[in-house]
Structures are given as structure tokens and as C-alpha cells.
């Protein structure tokens, strides 16, 4: 998950090519399902985040000891970090957790439009299970792995200077998983086991980070987060395509209507 390597600017490139995507007209069925289901999470979980926000970060200021009170503007920092990130993150994968079939759909369609060629089809009754147990197996890997992370992060904060080191994990750490998360579509579409889709972004790490880390923080901005899954499900299938698998995909058919 550390290592450098890939093209630091596919990420971004990825992305912006998802914008186009979203906005074609034949993939705008697709869309509409996932916009849905973030209108309703977008609700809930910022109600959450300014209900519990405060009492959070007051719980984080009353483990530092009095002799190391000139840290406390930086505690308040990682403290209010946190909650951010496990907001943006727990807006992520809940809808994609439910949203999983429909995302499936648009990065096939994604596919279709820019190679001229769909992954082999399913039907519905046999696609929408698989999907859910899927994203199931993504959660207990990021929920796992999550949990290690927070801990060293937990630690990490009391521990003066390289405290400065926990928010740069999270960041890393979230980045990843986003990566993982909308890449997966196109990847469990051709059938592509979980563990051999981790391999091959290993081999693309900087620009899964760039990508996730935008992903992320895209998440983590209200109002923005209603719009983000979709443009990422498909930037993630170009990245999937184009950098990961080096197929080849044809931009100007996105001037077809």
C-alpha cells in the first residue's frame, strides 16, 4: 500500500474524465439511482457529524495531561480531523454498500462507451447478490485493516512531534480504500478476485492515491458528497481500463449522442 510508483496524475486525469461520463446522456439512467441514495445519506450523516462534533472533540482535549497543555491547539486539529474523516468515509462506503448494483451498471455502461465493448453481461438476479456479498468482503477488508489504522493513529496523537505523522496515515489509508472501493466495479464486472484487484493497484499506488485522496475529500464537503459517487465509479473505471489494465479507450466517443 506504501509503495510509490504509477503516474501521480491519472488520478485527477480519471476523475475529470468521470465528469464528462456522468453528464452524457445515455449514462444519465445510471446516475440517477446513486444521486438518490446520497441526497438521503448526505442528510442523515451531516446531521450526525454537527450533533456529535462538538462532545467528540471535547472528549479528545481531556486526554492530554495539563504538562502538555501548549499542544492542545494541535490536538484539536487531529481530533476535529478525525471526525471529518470518519464522516467523508462513512459516507462512502454506506452508499456504496447499498448503492453497489446500480454502480456496477454504470461502470459497466462506462466501459461500453469508451471501448466499444461491454464485459460480459449477467443477469439481474444473479448480479445483485454477487454484488452486495462483494461489498461485504470490501467492507471486512477496509472495517480490518481500519481498525489497525486507528489505533497506530490513536497512539501516534499522544506521542509529541510524531503525532504530525497521524493524519498523514488516515489520509494515505482512506485514499487507498477509495481507490479499492470504485475501481472494484469494473474489476468484479470481468470477474477479477478481490485480492488479485489489490495486486494490480499496487502497481499504480500514486495514482490510487491521487485519485482516492481526491475522492475522499470530495466526500468530506457537503453538498459536494450527493455527486461524487457517481463521477467516481466511472473516473474509476478509466483508470481501471486505461493505467491499471493499459486498454485502450476512445475519448471522442463521448461526442456520440
Avoid at 472495517?143 to 512531534?161: D, E, H, K, Q
Amino acid at each position: 500500500m506504501l509503495a510509490l510508483n504509477g503516474n501521480f496524475d491519472s488520478g485527477p486525469a480519471a476523475l475529470g474524465m468521470g465528469v464528462r461520463l456522468i453528464s452524457h446522456p445515455e449514462l444519465r439512467p445510471f446516475v440517477l439511482v446513486p444521486l438518490v441514495i446520497n441526497v438521503v445519506l448526505f442528510f442523515v450523516l451531516t446531521a450526525w457529524l454537527l450533533y456529535q462534533f462538538g462532545d467528540v472533540v471535547d472528549w479528545a482535549m481531556n486526554f492530554l495531561p495539563s504538562w502538555l497543555s501548549f499542544l492542545s491547539g494541535l490536538l484539536w486539529f487531529v481530533a476535529a480531523f478525525f471526525m471529518v474523516f470518519v464522516y467523508g468515509y462513512s459516507f462512502g462506503i454506506i452508499a456504496n454498500l447499498i448503492a453497489a448494483p446500480f454502480n456496477g451498471l454504470l461502470a459497466e455502461r462506462v466501459e461500453a462507451k469508451l471501448t466499444g465493448v461491454a464485459p460480459p453481461s449477467e443477469p439481474l438476479h444473479k448480479m445483485i447478490p454477487r454484488t452486495l456479498l462483494r461489498e461485504l468482503l470490501k467492507l471486512w477488508y477496509f472495517i480490518s485493516r481500519g481498525i489497525l489504522i486507528l489505533l497506530l493513529m490513536f497512539v501516534l496523537a499522544f506521542i509529541p512531534l510524531i503525532q504530525l505523522f497521524a493524519p498523514i496515515i488516515g489520509v494515505l489509508w482512506g485514499a487507498w480504500c477509495m481507490s479499492i472501493q470504485y475501481t472494484d466495479y469494473a474489476a468484479d464486472n470481468h470477474k477479477t478476485p478481490f485480492k488479485t484487484l489489490r495486486s494490480q493497484l499496487g502497481t499504480q499506488t500514486l495514482g490510487c492515491y491521487s485519485f482516492g485522496g481526491l475522492v475522499m475529500l470530495g466526500n468530506m464537503v457537503p453538498v459536494l458528497n450527493i455527486f461524487v459517487m457517481p463521477i467516481a465509479v466511472a473516473g474509476a473505471t478509466v483508470l481501471w481500463l486505461k493505467d491499471i489494465n493499459g486498454k485502450p479507450i476512445d475519448p471522442s466517443r463521448l461526442l456520440e449522442r
